[in-house]
Protein backbone atom coordinates (compact mmCIF):
# COMPACT_ATOMS: atom_id res chain seq x y z
CA UNK A 1 0.00 0.00 0.00
CA UNK A 2 1.16 3.57 -0.73
CA UNK A 3 1.26 6.09 1.72
CA UNK A 4 2.88 9.96 1.81
CA UNK A 5 2.83 11.41 5.00
CA UNK A 6 3.71 15.50 4.94
CA UNK A 7 5.23 16.86 7.68
CA UNK A 8 6.86 20.33 8.73
CA UNK A 9 3.81 22.51 8.58
CA UNK A 10 3.09 25.42 10.85
CA UNK A 11 3.03 28.90 11.94
CA UNK A 12 5.30 31.35 10.69
CA UNK A 13 5.83 34.72 10.10
CA UNK A 14 5.83 36.88 6.52
CA UNK A 15 9.63 36.61 5.23
CA UNK A 16 10.48 33.03 7.25
CA UNK A 17 11.25 30.08 5.93
CA UNK A 18 10.35 26.37 6.77
CA UNK A 19 11.03 23.14 4.75
CA UNK A 20 8.02 20.81 4.17
CA UNK A 21 8.75 16.68 4.03
CA UNK A 22 6.68 13.85 2.46
CA UNK A 23 8.09 10.70 3.45
CA UNK A 24 6.92 7.49 1.41
CA UNK A 25 6.02 4.13 1.50
CA UNK A 26 5.70 1.47 -0.90
CA UNK A 27 6.08 3.82 -3.49
CA UNK A 28 9.68 4.78 -4.55
CA UNK A 29 10.10 8.92 -4.86
CA UNK A 30 13.22 8.87 -6.80
CA UNK A 31 11.90 6.45 -9.69
CA UNK A 32 8.70 8.21 -10.25
CA UNK A 33 7.68 11.71 -11.07
CA UNK A 34 6.48 13.96 -7.36
CA UNK A 35 4.67 16.93 -7.31
CA UNK A 36 3.65 19.78 -4.73
CA UNK A 37 -0.11 21.10 -4.75
CA UNK A 38 -1.67 23.69 -2.38
CA UNK A 39 -5.17 24.42 -1.28
CA UNK A 40 -6.08 27.97 0.24
CA UNK A 41 -8.87 27.21 2.68
CA UNK A 42 -12.09 27.20 1.04
CA UNK A 43 -10.09 27.59 -2.95
CA UNK A 44 -9.25 24.60 -5.42
CA UNK A 45 -6.15 23.35 -5.87
CA UNK A 46 -2.99 24.89 -7.34
CA UNK A 47 -0.29 22.89 -8.29
CA UNK A 48 3.61 24.49 -6.89
CA UNK A 49 6.51 22.28 -7.97
CA UNK A 50 7.37 18.96 -9.99
CA UNK A 51 10.39 17.31 -9.82
CA UNK A 52 11.18 14.09 -12.59
CA UNK A 53 12.74 11.13 -11.56
CA UNK A 54 16.09 12.36 -13.44
CA UNK A 55 16.01 15.05 -11.33
CA UNK A 56 14.48 17.57 -13.24
CA UNK A 57 12.57 20.45 -11.54
CA UNK A 58 9.95 23.02 -12.27
CA UNK A 59 7.91 25.80 -10.29
CA UNK A 60 4.80 27.63 -10.71
CA UNK A 61 5.61 31.29 -11.34
CA UNK A 62 3.57 32.35 -7.94
CA UNK A 63 6.63 30.72 -6.11
CA UNK A 64 9.35 30.70 -8.40
CA UNK A 65 13.04 31.55 -6.72
CA UNK A 66 11.59 31.15 -3.16
CA UNK A 67 10.95 27.72 -3.37
CA UNK A 68 12.82 24.79 -3.55
CA UNK A 69 12.11 21.24 -4.65
CA UNK A 70 14.71 18.36 -3.46
CA UNK A 71 14.50 14.64 -2.74
CA UNK A 72 16.32 12.38 -0.33
CA UNK A 73 16.71 8.57 -1.78
CA UNK A 74 18.10 7.45 1.50
CA UNK A 75 15.35 8.29 3.15
CA UNK A 76 12.68 7.92 0.27
CA UNK A 77 11.34 11.31 1.17
CA UNK A 78 10.22 14.59 -0.76
CA UNK A 79 10.98 18.11 0.20
CA UNK A 80 9.73 21.19 -0.24
CA UNK A 81 11.92 24.26 1.02
CA UNK A 82 9.93 27.37 1.44
CA UNK A 83 11.76 31.03 1.80
CA UNK A 84 10.34 34.05 2.11
CA UNK A 85 7.45 33.33 2.60
CA UNK A 86 4.12 35.14 2.06
CA UNK A 87 0.13 35.56 3.64
CA UNK A 88 -0.75 34.49 0.78
CA UNK A 89 1.26 31.13 1.17
CA UNK A 90 -1.08 30.18 3.39
CA UNK A 91 -2.89 26.62 2.69
CA UNK A 92 -2.70 22.92 2.94
CA UNK A 93 0.43 21.40 1.11
CA UNK A 94 -0.08 18.22 -0.39
CA UNK A 95 2.40 15.88 -1.90
CA UNK A 96 1.65 12.98 -4.55
CA UNK A 97 3.49 10.62 -6.28
CA UNK A 98 2.43 10.35 -10.16
CA UNK A 99 -1.26 11.70 -10.31
CA UNK A 100 -2.86 8.77 -8.18
CA UNK A 101 -1.19 8.94 -4.74
CA UNK A 102 -1.64 11.64 -2.51
CA UNK A 103 -0.82 12.53 0.93
CA UNK A 104 -3.06 13.75 4.10
CA UNK A 105 -1.61 17.41 3.79
CA UNK A 106 0.33 19.86 6.00
CA UNK A 107 -1.00 23.14 7.07
CA UNK A 108 1.31 26.27 6.53
CA UNK A 109 0.18 29.39 7.74
CA UNK A 110 1.93 32.62 7.35
CA UNK A 111 0.92 35.32 10.05
CA UNK A 112 2.32 37.88 12.21
CA UNK B 1 -9.46 32.90 -18.77
CA UNK B 2 -8.41 30.32 -17.01
CA UNK B 3 -7.09 27.03 -19.03
CA UNK B 4 -10.30 24.62 -17.44
CA UNK B 5 -13.36 25.80 -17.17
CA UNK B 6 -15.71 24.10 -14.57
CA UNK B 7 -18.83 25.01 -13.54
CA UNK B 8 -18.98 25.92 -9.79
CA UNK B 9 -21.97 23.60 -8.89
CA UNK B 10 -24.52 20.88 -9.51
CA UNK B 11 -27.08 19.35 -8.43
CA UNK B 12 -28.43 15.97 -9.05
CA UNK B 13 -31.03 13.37 -7.43
CA UNK B 14 -29.77 9.92 -6.02
CA UNK B 15 -29.92 7.26 -8.35
CA UNK B 16 -29.26 9.64 -11.44
CA UNK B 17 -26.86 10.10 -13.42
CA UNK B 18 -24.26 13.38 -13.16
CA UNK B 19 -22.13 15.10 -16.03
CA UNK B 20 -19.89 17.19 -14.95
CA UNK B 21 -17.87 19.26 -17.72
CA UNK B 22 -14.13 20.58 -17.86
CA UNK B 23 -13.69 22.86 -20.73
CA UNK B 24 -10.38 23.80 -22.23
CA UNK B 25 -9.59 27.19 -23.00
CA UNK B 26 -9.37 28.06 -26.53
CA UNK B 27 -5.82 27.06 -28.14
CA UNK B 28 -5.99 24.04 -26.12
CA UNK B 29 -7.41 20.87 -28.25
CA UNK B 30 -8.92 18.42 -25.64
CA UNK B 31 -7.99 15.72 -27.91
CA UNK B 32 -4.64 16.08 -27.31
CA UNK B 33 -4.80 15.83 -23.74
CA UNK B 34 -5.05 13.30 -20.52
CA UNK B 35 -7.82 14.77 -18.33
CA UNK B 36 -7.27 13.43 -14.58
CA UNK B 37 -10.38 13.54 -12.34
CA UNK B 38 -10.59 13.92 -8.75
CA UNK B 39 -12.76 13.73 -6.02
CA UNK B 40 -12.90 15.38 -2.81
CA UNK B 41 -14.60 15.61 0.52
CA UNK B 42 -14.53 18.33 3.41
CA UNK B 43 -11.05 17.80 5.37
CA UNK B 44 -9.76 15.00 2.71
CA UNK B 45 -7.45 14.83 0.25
CA UNK B 46 -8.15 15.23 -3.07
CA UNK B 47 -8.72 11.23 -4.69
CA UNK B 48 -7.40 10.13 -7.93
CA UNK B 49 -10.82 8.94 -9.96
CA UNK B 50 -9.64 8.02 -13.39
CA UNK B 51 -8.05 10.04 -16.43
CA UNK B 52 -9.35 9.94 -19.97
CA UNK B 53 -8.17 10.37 -23.17
CA UNK B 54 -10.13 8.15 -25.44
CA UNK B 55 -11.42 4.91 -25.22
CA UNK B 56 -8.10 3.40 -25.73
CA UNK B 57 -6.24 5.24 -23.53
CA UNK B 58 -8.17 5.81 -19.99
CA UNK B 59 -7.56 4.63 -16.87
CA UNK B 60 -9.81 3.77 -13.87
CA UNK B 61 -8.06 4.44 -10.23
CA UNK B 62 -7.27 1.85 -8.10
CA UNK B 63 -11.11 0.93 -5.90
CA UNK B 64 -12.79 3.48 -7.47
CA UNK B 65 -16.92 2.51 -9.18
CA UNK B 66 -17.07 1.82 -12.30
CA UNK B 67 -20.25 3.91 -11.88
CA UNK B 68 -17.40 6.58 -12.69
CA UNK B 69 -16.33 7.35 -16.16
CA UNK B 70 -14.62 9.92 -18.33
CA UNK B 71 -15.56 11.03 -21.80
CA UNK B 72 -15.03 13.70 -24.28
CA UNK B 73 -17.02 16.25 -25.81
CA UNK B 74 -15.05 17.37 -28.75
CA UNK B 75 -17.44 19.92 -30.84
CA UNK B 76 -17.44 21.31 -26.73
CA UNK B 77 -13.54 21.05 -26.78
CA UNK B 78 -14.47 19.50 -22.70
CA UNK B 79 -13.48 16.62 -20.80
CA UNK B 80 -16.66 15.02 -18.88
CA UNK B 81 -16.68 12.83 -15.70
CA UNK B 82 -19.32 10.64 -15.69
CA UNK B 83 -21.41 9.36 -12.52
CA UNK B 84 -24.40 7.41 -12.73
CA UNK B 85 -26.24 5.73 -9.77
CA UNK B 86 -25.56 8.51 -7.75
CA UNK B 87 -25.25 7.64 -3.94
CA UNK B 88 -25.46 10.08 -1.44
CA UNK B 89 -21.43 9.93 -0.74
CA UNK B 90 -20.36 11.20 -3.76
CA UNK B 91 -21.02 14.65 -2.94
CA UNK B 92 -18.49 16.52 -2.91
CA UNK B 93 -16.10 18.54 -5.37
CA UNK B 94 -14.22 17.77 -8.37
CA UNK B 95 -11.42 19.09 -9.81
CA UNK B 96 -10.37 18.11 -13.27
CA UNK B 97 -6.59 18.27 -14.48
CA UNK B 98 -4.41 18.40 -17.49
CA UNK B 99 -0.27 18.28 -17.77
CA UNK B 100 0.78 22.04 -19.73
CA UNK B 101 4.15 21.48 -20.59
CA UNK B 102 6.04 20.66 -16.96
CA UNK B 103 3.25 21.79 -14.46
CA UNK B 104 0.11 20.21 -13.51
CA UNK B 105 -3.70 23.09 -14.30
CA UNK B 106 -6.54 22.58 -12.14
CA UNK B 107 -10.12 23.41 -13.17
CA UNK B 108 -11.48 25.43 -10.45
CA UNK B 109 -13.29 22.84 -9.35
CA UNK B 110 -17.08 21.28 -9.26
CA UNK B 111 -19.51 20.96 -5.95
CA UNK B 112 -21.68 18.51 -6.63
CA UNK B 113 -24.56 18.15 -3.80
CA UNK B 114 -27.05 14.79 -4.07
CA UNK B 115 -30.23 15.74 -3.02
Known amino acids: EVQLVETGGGLIQPGGSLRLSCAAS????????MTWVRQAAGKGLEWVSL???????YYADSVKGRFTISRDSSKNTLYLQMNSLRAEDTAVYYC??????WGQGTLVTVSS | QAVLTQPSSLSASPGASASLTCTLR?????????IYWYQQKPGSPPQYLLR?????????GSGVPSRFSGSKDASANAGILLISGLQSEDEADYYC?????????FGGGTKLTVL
Open chain 1, 96 to 101: AGTESY
Open chain 1, 26 to 33: GFTVNSNY
Open chain 1, 51 to 57: MYSGGST
Open chain 2, 26 to 34: SGFNVGAHR
Open chain 2, 52 to 60: YKSDSDKQQ
Open chain 2, 97 to 105: MIWHSTAWV
